[in-house]
């Protein structure tokens, strides 16, 4: 399994940034795709999740209402729409995949085993 994320970058805050992950070798019925994000000196926070089959999205408080979690089953692409950016969203952010998800453990990163290798978003204010 490979992860391929994209699309971090600079913003000012209020901005927008979508990010992207690219997923090979895994079936996709069995999978959901997460993202996380690690600020300097702090732990890894969850940040949202999907199910590759569809179903409900799953956001952390500090980005619901801001952040949507997308999918292109045909591609093979989770994306990342990050709207009204906040200084605070400066990280690196992950895409991760894991296996046979429900709802209570999308924001465990110890259910995620296959994970990318970060991007990169700086929001400056």
């Known amino acids: 399994v490979q992860l391929q994320a994209s699309g971090g970058g600079m913003v000012q805050a209020g901005g927008s940034l979508r990010l992207s992950c690219a997923a090979s070798?895994?079936?996709?019925?069995?999978?959901?795709m997460g993202w996380f994000r690690q600020a300097p000196g702090k732990e890894r926070e969850f940040v949202a999740a999907l199910r590759w089959t569809g179903g409900s999205a799953h956001y952390g408080k500090s980005v619901r209402g801001r952040f949507t979690i997308s999918k292109d089953g045909a591609k093979k692409t989770m994306t990342l729409q990050m709207n009204s950016l906040k200084p605070e969203d400066t990280a690196v952010y992950y895409c991760?995949?894991?296996?046979?998800?429900?709802?209570?453990?999308?924001?465990?990163?110890?259910?995620?085993?296959?994970w990318g290798q970060g991007t990169l978003v700086t929001v400056s204010s």
């Open positions: 991760a995949a894991g296996a046979r998800l429900i709802s209570s453990t999308y924001s465990d990163e110890s259910r995620y085993g296959h």
């Open positions: 070798g895994l079936t996709t019925a069995d999978y959901s």
